[in-house]
């Protein structure tokens, strides 16, 4: 079993940063990729960006060049660096790990108002 746990959101002005942090606790061992994903009213949830345990990232092209991912291994921590946030980027942002499976966090709520 492996536990997540999100911090970092909260409500910003377009144009403006956030940096979204989890820590994973348990099974930690286990672990390869981590991620964010994020989930819009009315809409489905959708792929943020991934980083493997070796560092390799994936991104989601609506957030390219705005948004980094990044990983500490020891730490057993993920992050991610928003920049630029636009109002379509409001969501509840949600980590994920994956072993055999995938692993949630509860999430954390991304307000970007106009």
């Known amino acids: 079993q492996v536990q997540l746990v999100e911090s970092g959101g909260g409500l910003v002005q377009a144009g403006g940063s956030l940096r979204l942090s989890c820590a994973a606790s348990?099974?930690?061992?286990?672990?390869?990729?981590m991620g964010w994903y994020r989930q819009a009213p009315g809409k489905q949830r959708e792929l943020v960006a991934t980083?493997?345990?070796?560092?390799?990232?994936n991104y989601a092209d609506s957030v390219k060049g705005r948004f980094t991912i990044s990983r500490d291994n020891a730490k057993n921590t993920v992050h991610l660096q928003m920049n630029s946030l636009k109002p379509e980027d409001t969501a509840v942002y949600f980590c994920?790990?994956?072993?055999?499976?995938?692993?949630w966090g509860q999430g954390t709520q991304v307000t970007v108002s106009t």
């Open positions: 348990g099974s930690i061992f286990s672990i390869n990729t």
């Open positions: 980083i493997t345990s070796g560092g390799w990232t």
């Open positions: 994920t790990a994956s072993t055999s499976r995938r692993y």
